[in-house]
C-alpha cells in the first residue's frame, strides 16, 4: 500500500515536472517571423539604385527619393523631401525631412543628398539629362538646386528611382546599397533575390514585417506555380492564360489594375528601310492591336493609339488612319516595293527586318510573332532574336530593325518624361535614333511651359505629330497583373506606377 503510494506520488510529480517543461520549451519556442516573399517577373544582377533599370532597390523598399507620386491623384508629394519652391522655375529650395537616417544611422542630411544627386547624375546619363542640374549648395537640411535652364517640372523629375538617396561613404552599391527606407539588405543573390530586414530606424515608423524577400523569375508560369504552391506570396505578372484559375482558388487575390504603360514597337531609324515614312506606317497598319488585347491578355489592356492610355488629359484624339493588310501593301507600294514569287522586295533587294523581343515581359514574344505571321503575308521576312536586356542591347547595338518593347509613359502624371527620354535627341530611351528639329523644338517648348492645360496642348501636339511620322508604333496599354494570398497578406497595394511594393503598411495577417 505504502509502496503503491509512493509510485502514484512519484509518477504525478513526472508528470508535473514534465507539463512544466512542456509548458518553458512552448515558451522557449520563437514566434514565428513576419515575413513575405514577393516574386517580380524582373531578375537584377544589381542593386545600384542609381542604374538599376528594374529598380528593385525602390520597389523592396531599400531606398527612397525626394519626391513621391500618389498614384490615386497623379500628383507628387513629400517624401524625403518635406518642401520644395521656386519663383522662377529655375532656382529650386528644397527642405529636407527632419530626424530622417540611413541604415547605418548617418543622418540623410543636404550634404548626404547632394552627394547622392550628384552620383546619381554621375552614373547616369540619362538621370543627368533628365535633371539638367547646373549646381546644388547644402545648408543643413536645405538645398538650393539651380537647372540649367527654367525647369517647372523638375520635382517631377525627382520621383524617378534612380533618383534614390543613398549614404555614398557606403560603396558597395551592387550588393548593399545603405538607403533610408524601411527595409535594408541582409543578403543578395544576383539573378536571384535580395532578403531584407526591418530597420527599425525607419524614420516613418518600423515596418510591420521583420523580413521579406524581393525574388525575380522571368517565366510567368513559374510564378503562377510559386503563388499555387506557397512557395511566394505575391506575384507580379502571373501567366495570363491562368488568371482564370488563380480567381477561383480560395485565399487568392488577383488585381488587373489600369497602369501607365505602353507595349511598342520601336524602329530603329538608323536602318535603311525605316527611314521611309511609307515602310514605318506599313509596320503600324500590320498590327491588329484589339485582336491582341483579346487574345493575348485576355482583355486585360487597353488598345494603344498612342503612347498615352485615353484617361489622361494630355492624350488627344488621333485622326482615323488605314489598317490590315492591303493597307500596309499600299504603303509599301508607294515606297517602292512590289510583291515578286512572294517576296516583297525594291530593286531586287528583299524588305528582310531583325525583330528583338525579350521573354521577361511574357507578351512581347507573342505579340513579336503575330506580327512575324502578318509580315509574312505579304512577303516581308522577319527575324526574331531574344535579347536578355533590353535597354542594354538598343543602346549598343544598331543590328536590329525592329524591338517590341514596354515602357513607363507618364509614371510622374506627365507626359514629359516620355517625351522627353523617347524622342529627344538626348533622350536615354531613344532608341529608334530619332533626330527631328521639329520634334525637339517643340519637346523643348513643353519642358519650359508652366500651367497644365499648357503643358497637356503641347503635349498633344508632339503625341500627334509622333504619330504622323510612326515613330514608333503603339500597341497597346496592358494591366498590371498581380496575384497574392489575400488570407496572409495584409495592407498590399497594386501601386498604378508599379514603383510602390514592399512598404512598412504592408502586413500578415
Known sequence: MFTRSILSLVMLCSVLWLAACSSNVAERQPETKKSVNLLFNFATSSLDPNVDSSYVSLRAGITETLIHLNDESLTIEPWLAES?????????????????????????????????????MQESVAIANALRI????????????????????????????????????ETDYINRPIGTGPFTVSAFTPGTAVDLVRYDGYWNGPSKL?????????????????LQSGAADIVFRPAVESLDSLKAVS???????????????????????????????????LIDRQAI????????????????????????????????????????????????????????????????????????????????????????????????RPEEYMASNRDW??????????????????????FHPQGALNFSGVQDAALTMLIDKLNV???????????????????EQAYNSFVLHPNTLVAY?????????????????????????
Open 401 to 422: 530593325d525592329l524591338a517590341t518593347y514596354s515602357n513607363l509613359t507618364a509614371p510622374r502624371g506627365d507626359a514629359g518624361y516620355y517625351l522627353n527620354a523617347t
Open 485 to 509: 494570398q489575400s488570407e496572409k497578406i495584409a495592407n498590399w497595394v497594386t501601386s498604378r506606377s508599379e514603383y510602390y511594393m514592399l512598404t512598412n503598411e504592408l502586413d500578415v495577417k
Open 251 to 285: 485565399g487568392v487575390t488577383v488585381d488587373s489594375t489600369s497602369t501607365f504603360r505602353v507595349h511598342q514597337i520601336t524602329m530603329n531609324l538608323e536602318r535603311k528601310p525605316l527611314q521611309d515614312i511609307h515602310v514605318r506606317k506599313a509596320i503600324d497598319a
Open 449 to 467: 511651359a508652366i500651367g497644365q492645360q499648357e503643358r497637356s496642348d503641347i503635349a498633344e501636339q508632339v503625341a500627334r505629330y509622333v504619330d
Open 134 to 169: 547646373e549646381s546644388i549648395e547644402a545648408d543643413g537640411n536645405t538645398l538650393t538646386i539651380k537647372t540649367k535652364a527654367p525647369f517647372p517640372e523638375f520635382p517631377s523629375e525627382l520621383v524617378h528611382p534612380n533618383t534614390s538617396i543613398i549614404d555614398v561613404t
Open 293 to 388: 488585347v483579346d487574345t493575348i491578355l485576355n482583355g486585360h489592356a487597353e488598345a494603344a493609339a498612342g503612347p498615352f492610355p485615353s484617361s489622361f488629359s494630355f492624350a488627344p484624339d488621333y485622326p482615323a488612319k488605314p489598317s490590315g493588310l492591303e493597307a500596309a501593301k499600299a504603303y509599301l507600294q508607294q515606297a517602292g516595293y512590289s510583291e515578286v514569287n512572294g517576296v516583297m522586295q525594291k530593286n531586287g533587294e528583299p524588305l528582310a527586318l531583325t525583330l528583338l523581343t525579350y521573354s521577361s515581359r511574357a507578351d512581347l514574344p507573342l505579340i513579336a510573332q503575330v506580327l512575324q505571321s502578318d509580315a509574312g503575308k505579304l512577303g516581308i521576312g522577319v527575324t526574331i532574336e531574344q535579347i536578355e
Open 210 to 226: 521583420e523580413t521579406a524577400r524581393f525574388s525575380f523569375n522571368e517565366d510567368a508560369n513559374a510564378r503562377t506555380l510559386a
Open 84 to 120: 520644395w519652391n521656386s519663383t522662377d522655375g529655375q532656382v529650386w529650395t528644397i527642405q529636407l525631412r527632419e530626424g530622417v537616417t540611413f541604415h547605418n544611422g548617418n543622418p540623410m542630411d543636404g550634404a548626404a543628398v547632394k552627394a547622392s544627386l550628384q552620383r546619381a
